[in-house]
């Protein structure tokens, strides 16, 4: 009987540890920041420091809008609505990291062109180099825990 009252609360400990180590699924998850806020971070981080005009700077948030809506099609797990898969499989190629949300290498390096060529035809050639420094800047950092994508 005193085995029984000794070993009921260790059992009991054990089970409510078990239960509490089960990861919240999606409560975690940062969402990410708005189209509109993006466009703000990058109107203070290039724009500005650019000094560009505001024919320019309508321009270059222009560009920078579309990439947004593009990126956000290319990182939204499941199907598109033209039945294309949106997400990546899981290991479906050296491009590719696994899970919803994955980063899709092509996809965002063609996307980063399309974007820098419109802003290249925007501003002035010799403000391009310094646009490429400073849009470096607004890039969001990898989840902690992650080793950032590689480039070469």
Do not use: W
Request: with cysteine; proline share 12%.
């Amino acid at each position: 009987m005193k085995t029984r009252i000794l070993l009921f609360p260790v059992v009991l400990v054990f089970f409510s540890i078990n239960v509490s180590a089960q990861p919240d699924k999606g409560r975690n998850e940062p969402k990410p920041p708005s189209i509109e806020e993006r466009l703000k971070m990058i109107s203070d981080k290039v724009c500005k420091p650019l000094e560009l005009s505001e024919t320019q700077t309508e321009e270059v948030l222009a560009a920078f809008k579309d990439f947004f809506v593009e990126m956000d099609k290319v990182m939204r797990p499941g199907p598109k609505p033209d039945g294309e898969n949106a997400g990546p499989v899981p290991g479906d190629g050296p491009d590719n990291h696994g899970g919803p949300g994955v980063f899709n290498k092509t996809k965002t390096e063609a996307l980063e062109k399309i974007r820098n060529e419109k802003v290249k035809k925007a501003i002035p050639s010799e403000l391009y180099q310094e646009y490429l420094k400073l849009e470096k800047t607004t890039r969001p950092e990898p989840p902690k825990g992650e080793k950032p994508p590689r480039t070469e």
